[in-house]
Every structure is written in C-alpha cells, then in structure tokens.
C-alpha cells in the first residue's frame, strides 16, 4: 500500500532574489528549484504548477471555479489559467474558487511569495522564519528549519482538544496557515491575513420551495463534480442523513450502481450497519461491509498514528482508515465522505440543548432574580428532589455556550493537576486552549447564538478534526477524498438560512430534512445521528492485545514525564471498567499520543 502524498518544500527569502535570473522553463512532472534566494520542492499526485519568465504558480487540489468562463479555463489549462490572476490579487482569485486547494504562488519582479488555503485548509500549508527567509512545507516536518523541537503546549493543546488546532503545530516556532488565511512576504515584511471569513446574515426566505430545490440542484452539482473523470470514485456509506444524501446523489449523476462502504461493530449500542443496507437498497448501492475487530486496532494503529504530521487523536480514523484501505485494495481511486451537514444546517444535539437554555432568558428578569437566581446559589437546594435539577439548570442557563462547552472538557474534568507530570505540566499554559476558542467565538461574524455556534464548529469540528481525520486516513490507504457537502452553493444557502429553518422548534436540520423528503428514506430521515464511533473501551478491557497496547502506550507517556504515574495506574484499575465509555477516550487519545512520539519524535521527554 503506498500512501498518497504531496510533498512541498520550499525556502523563500525576498531580500536575496536575484532580480535578473528568470525562471527557467520546466518540463511536467515533479518540480526543484535551487537559485539565490530560492529552494523549492514540489511533487505528488494532487500538486501542479504553472511557470513562466518572472512567475511561478503551485496548485494543489483539483478546484473548480464559480465562473463558467473561468472553469473552462482552469480544465482547459490547468494551473496556467490562474497565473495572471494571482499576480492582481491573490485573494480575489481565491474566492473565485472552490473545493479543496491551496496555491503557492512567487513573482521575482516583486521578490514576494504568497501562499493560502481553501475555506477549510484542506491542503495545509506550514510555515516557520529563519532570520529573513520564508520557510514553508505542506507537512509540519517538510518545513526546512535547522532545528526542529517538539512543543510541549502542542501537546497540552493535543490532550485538551484530542488535535492540535491551527495555527500551532507540534513542532515549536512552526506554524500552520489557519482555514481561509492568506500568507505573504516581501521585502517589506510578512503578513498572514484571512482571504475568507463566513459572515452569518439571516437572510428571510421568501420562496422556501425554490431555496429547497436550490439546495437539491447544489448537492447534485457538487456530488457530479467530484466524481467527473477518470477516477474510480467510491463514497463511504454510514447510513446517516449526509453519507446517504451523498451516495444517493451519486446514483443520479454516474451510470451504474455506486459503490458504498460501510463499518459495522459487534458491540451493542455501536452498530448501526442496518440503516446502511436501508440507503444501500433504496439507491442500488453495491454495497461493502466490513466489521472492525480490536485485533484492527492493534495491527493498524501505529501506522495510522504515525502517518499524521502530528498526533491526531479522532478514534474513528481507524474505522476510517480500514474502509479506505479496502476501497483501495478493490480499485478504487477515490472515496466520497459526508462531512459538513451538521455543521452547516444545525444538526448537532447541543444545537438544541442551547435552545432549552434560551428559554431561561426569556423568564421575566424579577422572576429570575427573585426566585430561580435564589435557588441556583442556595446549598440546601441540592439535596431537594427537583431543585438540584432547576439549580443545575439555572447555573448553566447563566453561563455564555462556550463557558458551558468548557466544563464538560476531558481534561479539564480530570484536573489538570492529577493528570499531568509536573514537569510536563511547568512548561504548559493551561490557558492558552481556552483563548483560541474564546479568540475563535468571538472573530465569528454573526447575530445569532446558533450561527455562531455553526461558524466555531466549521473551525474545530470540521477544519481542524474531521476533515484531518477523513483526508488523512484516506491518503495513507492510497485514495483522494471530496466532500460534497462543503461545496460553495451550500455554504452560500448556510451562511444566508435563518435559524427557524436550521432548528425549528427543537427539531435538528429541519432544512436539509425537508428538502430531501422525498429522497431519503424516512427510516434515515428520522434515526439519531451515531457515525463511526468505535468501542475502544471495552475492548481494551477484553482484549489482551489491545489491552497490552494501551498500557505500554501511557506507560510510555509517564516514561517520559508527560502523564503522572499515579493517575496512569487509576485508569487502567478503577476508571476504565466503571466506564469504559466514557475513560476509554483517555486511553485512546494517550495511546495515539505516544505512538506518535515513537515514530516521529522518540528522543522526546520532560
């Protein structure tokens, strides 16, 4: 199995460009350049270059642009077709565009470079400075610095968020380009700015029919585009609303029987493979199943851990990863995934559950502070059946979404104190988590509580996990990934939709459900959402292999002085087997940790 990589290097230093030496004329194929002022690296599958006397333009992706005139261009020319637009305005060609890509694009004449992502950084781009050159690499270690340390708030931020959210990156003094951001240098300086920020409008609706077919037209153009070409395109099929949308779709724009793939659990609680096989009849699917085992874990998470630029610790990469590598060992070259339908159309739990809070808001003030305020801060109200459930409720009603969010942290609820070494935990700002979600909420460009939770979830749920999760299992098994329903037609309908179409009453995504009542099928239209969830804990209970795994893993982890040794040994003892649910997601993130360090970083300890 060979892995699908691109790989860019490049050191760029405006100050020492010689502005007399053009670009030389360079054959297809991988790409190296070495001159005054310039090193740079580009090769791989998804990369593509335009070049010319005083310019030199590097895509990555395959992106359509929103303009017929252009898109003709782009398909016609490939990467030429943008070149002049990028030397007026980078940003302007940006919004432009759409689907996955990201552009390095240099002119001698100006002795400037410039470098951004698509909406969602789904091709990243990592960057570092060495005195006055521009170091960047599409992977946190192919930037070319001279020294390269690992960044113990990384992986502070990691243990708290599961990932290591943009703009840090494991490694210290390397950053990466946030989602939407545009970075130049010149010999004037360095700037990173956003190209794109999503503004949240509440545009009334005047003809919901015609939105609805809007919509419809938007995912079939979406789904045709990614599956336009010679590649043999697959879609993964969890029997959710999104993956079945998708497939469903598929079967309207290609001749033939899609293929779908679908991860099924024999644990009970996990499993919901039945309503694959719904979607897979309602649409013809020529379906795949496949029922992952813990001895999947075992054999496949050191290389799926490794694989990632930095620890990555979304536990259903690994369902993920062993459908995508069964795609590939079947032909296929692409997969199609669902992401992005809960984020964009409201259908999240906690989307409602914000919603019940509203309610307290809308009590009369002198009702609140009379009584209800009173209660919430009484201590005897605690042990009084049904005032500790209105006390509870109060003291959350009060506290801002994202407030109530942070308590119901990991880490945080495990301590911060007991979970860490001390001298891992000395080189650590525990705060720091706390401000970029803080930094995030506040940035986001809307009028409404609901809005604004869709905008902070477009960055950590999608940009900076799932996304990473599904693009990066994908690439080790081979395959290129689209994601349908992040297509630019959708996000427009999003970013306009008032919030009673996205939650009407308390029901979630009632949108997205309406207008595709009549192509999904009601048994999907109405189930509860569950995805690729895994039953890590209890298998790591029963299963010696696993079980073995995952204590050598943190054992690991208190070797090095990052977790405390103490807190380890309660773990595996007491907390996981009263709740393997629950402490199991402690394990795995530990465990993926570790096996990351082993393989990228071993000499690491504190």
């Known amino acids: 199995m060979t892995a699908r990589m691109n790989r860019l290097v490049c050191r760029f230093d405006p100050t020492a460009i010689d502005p007399t030496q053009d670009f030389a004329p360079t054959p297809g194929g991988d790409l190296t350049i070495d001159r005054r002022g310039l090193f740079l690296e580009a090769s791989g599958a998804d990369i593509r270059f335009a070049i010319s006397a005083r310019q030199l333009l590097v895509l990555f992706g395959r992106p359509h642009a929103r303009e017929s005139g252009l898109d003709a261009a782009l398909k016609r020319e490939g990467p030429g077709a943008l070149l002049a637009g990028m030397g007026t305005s980078p940003a302007t060609l940006a919004n432009a565009l759409g689907g996955r890509f990201a552009l390095l694009w240099i002119d001698l004449d100006k002795s400037c470079i410039a470098g951004l992502t698509d909406r969602f950084g789904t091709h990243p781009i990592c960057w570092s400075r060495e005195g006055g050159a521009l170091l960047l690499g599409s992977r946190a270690e192919l930037v070319p610095r001279a020294a390269r340390e690992v960044d113990p708030q990384a992986i502070f931020d990691f243990l708290y968020f599961h990932v290591i959210p943009a703009p840090r990156t494991i490694f210290r003094g390397t950053l990466r380009l946030e989602p939407g951001h545009l970075l130049t240098a010149d010999r004037t300086g360095q700037r990173d700015v956003a190209w794109w920020q999503p503004r949240f409008t509440q545009t009334p609706v005047s003809d919901l029919p015609a939105l609805e077919a809007r919509f419809r037209d938007g995912i079939r153009d979406a789904v045709a585009r990614e599956v336009a070409g010679d590649a043999r395109t697959a879609a993964f099929l969890s029997g959710g609303t999104d993956s079945s949308t998708v497939i469903g779709m598929m079967k309207a724009a290609k001749e033939g029987a899609p293929r779908g793939y679908s991860i ?135 506290m801002s979404p994202l407030a109530r969010t942070e308590q119901y942290n990991l880490l945080q609820r495990l301590g911060r104190d007991s979970v860490l070494h001390p001298a891992f935990a000395a080189h650590t700002d525990a705060d720091a988590p706390l401000r970029l979600r803080r930094m995030v909420w506040d940035g986001i460009a809307a009028d ?55 939650l009407k009453g308390f029901q979630l995504r009632w949108f997205f459900k309406d207008a595709l009542r009549d192509f999904l099928p009601a048994e999907i239209l109405s189930k509860k959402k569950h995805g690729f969830g895994l039953p890590f804990g209890h298998w790591a209970l029963t299963d010696p292999a696993l079980k073995r795994l995952s204590e050598e893993s943190l054992n690991g982890l208190v070797e090095r002085r990052l977790l405390n040794g103490h807190f380890v040994g309660d773990l595996f003892s007491k907390l996981l087997p009263a709740h393997p649910g629950y402490y199991g997601e402690m394990v795995w993130i530990g465990m993926m940790l570790e096996q990351w360090l082993r393989a990228n970083a071993p000499q690491t300890r504190f």
């Not at 296929?332 to 809070?357: C, H, W």
């Not at 477009?458 to 996990?465: G, H, I």
């Open 264 to 398: 099924g659990f024999d644990a009970a609680g996990y499993d919901e493979m039945e309503y694959a096989r719904i979607a897979a009849r309602a649409y013809g699917v020529d379906h795949r199943e496949y029922y992952i085992t813990a001895q999947d874990l075992v054999r496949n998470i050191p290389a799926v851990a490794a694989h990632y630029d930095q620890p990555f610790g979304n536990s259903s990469a690994l369902p993920a990863f062993c459908l995508a590598r069964l795609a590939r060992e079947d032909g296929y070259d692409k997969l199609l995934a669902g992401d992005g339908g809960d984020e964009l159309f409201g259908g999240n739990s906690r989307y409602a559950k914000q919603k019940v809070f509203e309610i307290y808001r809308a009590i009369p003030g002198l009702l609140r502070a009379g009584l209800l305020d009173p209660i919430a801060r009484a201590t005897w109200s605690q042990g009084v059946p049904g005032l500790a459930k209105v006390s509870s409720y109060v003291k959350q009603a009060q």
């Open 448 to 502: 409404t509580v609901l809005d604004r939770e869709l905008g902070f979830d477009w960055r950590f749920t999608l940009a900076d996990n799932d996304l990473p999760k599904v693009i990066g299992t994908t690439s080790l098994a081979g395959l290129d990934v689209g994601f349908p329903l992040l297509s630019e037609e959708l996000l427009d309908i999003s970013l306009a939709l008032p919030d009673h179409y996205k």
